[in-house]
């Protein structure tokens, strides 16, 4: 059995599975399984108070093979590729508007995949460097490294060459974050790929099917048909599930407007491979959700954004008994992030209930430590957390959607103020002129305080973060009336 | 004949007609008189104001135009394939954006029908102080009972102790409508952000650009100078050429067409010449006053400025005549200002509200090719109120995630809070360099708005990965001498 213990106390030794008792002093005073935003900014802030503090990172290859460097989703496969690869696609676009401004330079213009594959890897290489040094300079301790419980304040460390070690700890974070989903469909772990391994693909991916309706689909979506490619999104039911829907609906009719096909109620039943390839030539095959039709298409490439799943399940979180929610895998804790576990602590995308955020994780883990160490009593805030979604236009959010606003306040009690505007740059180039639009509920019960604001237009992200810091502030429908434009911005909307 | 209104505003521009039209929806009675006199260099325009015709909005347009231009060498990092040379057409660009300003004169012109606003093509000038005649060859006159709003704006000054300023130089009102390129482009002089944004698109669309300083550059803005600095400095490495601690002494013309500028430079004791294209002066704008006939119905006007005296409900020293915008004394020269306070007197004037403009933390954006938005007190500013002991500077430098890949200096991509010292630390003041400054700061506008402070701007998560986010994690002072550079998440 394990026994609770006092933190200040040092523990008793207990057997455990037949392994030797534990000893009276541990090895480090935090150990953090998982070296993404959350464990890595967690392990810095811990080294700062002068505790002794390890990170184990390991990244289990994908089922095509793929694998990355310290640093976590964000870092690898998450955000920062994300945003670079979008950023190409922009520029694709800022390439035709820029002609409507004067400038001129041959019709034809191509984009080379491997240019920018290899720019953005070199990146991220810089990224995983520059963190290993930070750890080092910080005096964490760093391992490549598979870490698992194996029983009372005691992991095993396993590197890639099998060789185990165990280690000891008077606290644990765990901060392992998530990886894709697969959809459990004939050949869709032998030929399918997944946003783990899109951001490394050493070729072009072609004509590209993307199966989901996240953020993640339709981000990645948007900047493959950005960059020239063929691309179709199948989708099961609605888009953006969570999100307001209305804005979700707009993220869709422009994509769509720009090019992106969508297969609407569609599952894949099976994929098979036509012809071997880089890339090669897939046949997937669909079922519909609200009939008996099946179709057939063909793609080079086929995309799985699905959702994503936590790494809890094989950590060995029942040998020191924390608890996980069994169907989703996600770990319920307390405010303190905190588990059932009272020396185990959690933060990040395997949170129950919470944003799946890397500037979330990194305050939220960073906050953490500071309580433990350095006797503060901030908690995280998890409430009005702004979010933006990186799709072709860009959508930026801080607060409640409409439909959740309703539901808590009731329709009479919220009022919604609206616009659609057209951004001055987009004038010359004659791009659409009804497409951004921005809107704000406001709780009439409480002097119209703004409790949703939801942007759709070019750099939402930089719109939205003010925004954010005034909705901390409580700010009310009359203070954005008394706030003056900055003129000619999307923002003064 | 003789008409009556309950509010004739002289002048069409942002503030004027925002005050017509928020006064149409009461049901009043309302006329606007337009009329812009050509510059010296024969430039006119139509309905809409500085801001519409010959401010912010070309101004953005051939900003972007100049930006689209980095943005095609950023393209190539990313992968696309761009057959050099690639070369920049400035009439193309020219007429596409006059195409757009003439759409936005008749946008307003159609406003104003809609809303019932009678509409004038004339230059106004006060008979008395109910009546405003129309100086038009049969000299109309256009009487009002009750209120007259002033809204006449200002136009660029000259340099007019400088030979040949006027007769060869051009202003910002000549620039935008130019159907020639301007080519190599002299800018003497740098008293407002006019001339760096100028500067800097000229620069960005591949003209040979030079600006001459005399001393510092954006007075008034910053007086630390920091920001003020690090936007020119941007420009240097950009391409702007910069010709420090000069000012020119006469311009003439050669037989090649071209204009030859002579200048002194105070640092060596030298005299200098070179020959340009387009000399392009921006020393400043001067009130349009001078037909309005303010003296004989007692208008008073700042001595020094020109400017009209105003009280904080926007009344001139004569009952009933009103003024606002950028010919108002003490008001700052925006376009948002102008529409606000012409909105907020008409509902004064005629929905009994009683709520008077507020001028405070009113944020800006200078649009040069790194752009400066702020909002709230300058570093200077705050010092001077409060002392350096009870304020708090946060900074950091930091990197667009965009410029890595691109390869791009990002050396003056900076930002700096300034707070209260004290309690709560209430924010006084937020600077921004770097793309997209103008989105940045907005929001966080709005935040100062609502008192913001320091503890609830740290409480606020960022949005990753964005250059905003970098506000939320500002964390190290100047007062700490720490290295302010920001590293990795």
């Not at chain 1, 820029?98 to 290899?118: A, D, L």
């Not at chain 2, 946008?107 to 102080?129: A, E, P």
């Not at chain 2, 965009?402 to 924010?427: G, H, N, P, S």
């Not at chain 2, 970098?470 to 290295?483: A, F, M, N, P």
């Amino acid at each position: 059995s394990v026994q609770a213990h006092k933190e200040d106390k040092p523990q008793k030794p207990v057997e455990m599975n037949g392994l030797s008792p534990v000893p009276d002093s541990y090895d480090y005073d935090l150990i953090v399984i998982g070296g993404g935003s959350g464990g890595l900014a967690a392990s810095k802030e811990a080294a700062k108070y002068g505790k002794k503090v390890m990170v184990l990172d390991f990244v289990i290859p994908t089922p095509q093979g793929g694998s990355w460097g310290l640093g976590g989703t964000c870092v690898n496969v998450g955000c920062i590729p994300k945003k670079l690869m979008h950023q190409a696609a922009l520029l694709g676009q800022a390439l035709q508007d820029s002609r409507k401004f004067g400038w001129q330079f041959t019709e034809e213009v191509k984009h080379n995949w491997m240019t920018m594959i290899e720019s953005v890897q070199n990146y991220i290489g810089s990224l995983n460097w520059g963190y290993r040094v930070s750890l080092r300079d910080n005096k964490v301790t760093y391992e490549n490294a598979y870490g698992e419980f194996v029983g009372p304040h005691t992991i095993k460390a396993t590197n890639k060459r099998g060789v185990e070690k165990l280690y000891t700890a008077e606290r644990f974070l765990i901060a392992t974050g998530e990886r894709p989903r697969y959809l459990g469909i004939p050949g869709d772990k032998e030929y399918c790929i997944s946003s783990d391994d899109l951001f490394s693909l050493p070729y072009c991916p072609g004509k590209t099917l993307v199966v989901g309706a996240s953020y993640v689909a339709l981000e990645c979506a948007g900047f493959l048909a950005g960059l020239g490619l063929d691309v179709t999104v199948m989708v099961r039911s609605i888009l953006l599930r969570g999100f307001d829907q209305d804005m979700a609906n707009k993220i869709g009719e422009y994509m769509k407007e720009h090019g992106v096909n969508f297969i609407r109620e569609f599952v894949p039943i099976k994929v098979e491979q036509v012809e071997e390839g880089t890339p090669g030539r897939l046949k997937v095959t669909a079922k519909s959700t609200t009939g008996n039709q099946v179709i057939e298409g063909e793609y080079n490439t086929v995309l799985l954004a699905i959702g994503r799943d936590p790494c809890t399940r094989k950590i060995g979180l029942d040998k020191v008994g924390v608890n996980i929610n069994e169907k989703t895998g996600k770990i319920p804790v307390n405010d303190e992030e905190q588990t059932n576990v009272p020396y185990v602590y959690a933060i990040g995308d395997i949170l129950q209930d919470k944003l799946e955020l890397t500037p979330v994780a990194i305050q939220a883990g960073r906050l953490l430590v500071r309580r433990l160490y350095a006797g503060a009593t901030t908690k995280c805030d998890y409430v009005n957390v702004p979010t933006t979604v990186f799709t072709p236009l860009e959508y930026g959010a801080c607060g409640y959607s409409e439909e959740t606003a309703v539901e808590k306040f009731g329709e009479e009690n919220i009022e919604v103020y609206h616009s659609h505007f057209w951004p001055l740059e987009w004038t010359v180039p004659s791009r659409d002129n009804n497409k951004c639009y921005a809107k704000i509920i406001c709780n009439i019960q409480d002097n119209e305080r703004v409790i949703g604001f939801h942007v759709l237009g070019p750099n939402a992200g930089e719109v939205t973060q003010g925004f954010a810091a005034a909705i901390k502030c409580g700010m009310t429908k009359e203070q954005l009336d008394n706030t003056v434009g900055i003129h000619p911005v999307c923002a003064e909307v | 004949g003789k008409n009556e209104y309950d509010l004739l505003v002289i002048g069409g521009g942002s503030g004027g007609l925002a005050c017509a039209k928020e006064a149409a929806q009461f049901g009043r009675k309302v006329a606007v008189l337009d009329y812009v006199e050509p510059s010296p260099q024969g430039s006119s325009w139509g309905l809409g104001g500085t801001c519409v015709n010959v401010g912010c909005i070309p101004k953005k347009l051939m900003h972007q135009a100049a930006l689209l231009g980095s943005a095609l060498k950023d393209a190539q990092h990313y992968g696309w394939n761009i057959a050099q040379p690639v070369h920049h057409t400035w009439s193309v660009m020219a007429q596409a954006v006059q195409n757009y300003v003439k759409s936005l004169n008749w946008g307003h012109r159609v406003q104003l029908q809609d809303k019932k606003v009678k509409y004038f093509n004339m230059k106004g000038s006060f008979s008395d102080s109910h009546t405003v005649r129309g100086l038009t060859k049969a000299g109309k006159e256009v009487s009002c009972c009750y209120n007259i709003v002033i809204a006449t704006g200002g136009r660029p000054k000259y340099p007019t102790q400088i030979a040949g300023a006027l007769e060869y130089g051009i202003t910002s009102d000549d620039l935008f409508w130019l159907k020639e390129s301007p080519g190599k482009t002299l800018t003497p002089f740098v008293l407002s952000y006019v001339s760096l944004e100028c500067a800097g698109f000229l620069t960005g669309i591949g003209l040979d650009t030079t600006v001459m300083m005399r001393s510092i550059p954006l007075r008034g803005f910053d007086q630390a100078n920091q920001m003020a600095s690090l936007v020119t400095e941007h420009m240097e490495s950009y391409g702007t050429k910069f010709l420090k601690r000069c000012f020119p002494t006469k311009v003439e013309k050669l037989e090649s067409n071209r204009l030859q500028v002579t200048w002194k430079n105070t640092e060596l004791g030298t005299e200098e010449t070179d020959s340009f294209d387009t000399v392009m002066w921006a020393v400043g704008r001067a009130p349009d006053t001078k037909t309005l006939n303010l003296e004989t119905v007692g208008v008073k006007t700042n001595s020094e400025t020109g400017k009209i005296i105003v009280d904080a409900s926007e009344a001139t020293s004569v009952p009933h005549i009103y003024a606002i915008g950028d010919i108002t004394e003490g008001r700052p020269e925006l376009t948002p200002t102008a529409i606000a306070a012409g909105k907020l007197l008409a509902q004064r004037l005629f929905g009994h509200s009683s709520e008077l403009m507020d001028y405070n933390n009113v944020p800006t954006t200078v649009f040069t090719p790194l752009e400066y938005g702020c909002v709230g007190l300058s570093e200077e500013a705050a010092v001077q109120c409060h002392g350096s002991d009870n304020i708090e500077v946060f900074h950091a430098y930091y990197k667009p995630l965009e410029f890595t890949v691109a390869e791009r200096d990002a050396t003056q991509c900076y930002m700096k809070m300034v707070c209260l010292r004290e309690r709560e630390q209430r924010i006084l003041g937020l600077h921004f360099i770097g793309p997209n400054a103008g989105e940045v700061i907005q929001g966080f506008a709005l935040g100062i708005k609502c008192g913001a402070t320091y503890p609830q701007l740290m409480k606020t998560v960022g949005i990753h990965p964005t250059c905003a986010e970098e506000v939320t994690k500002l964390h190290i002072t100047k007062r700490s001498g720490l290295d302010a550079t920001v590293t990795g998440c």
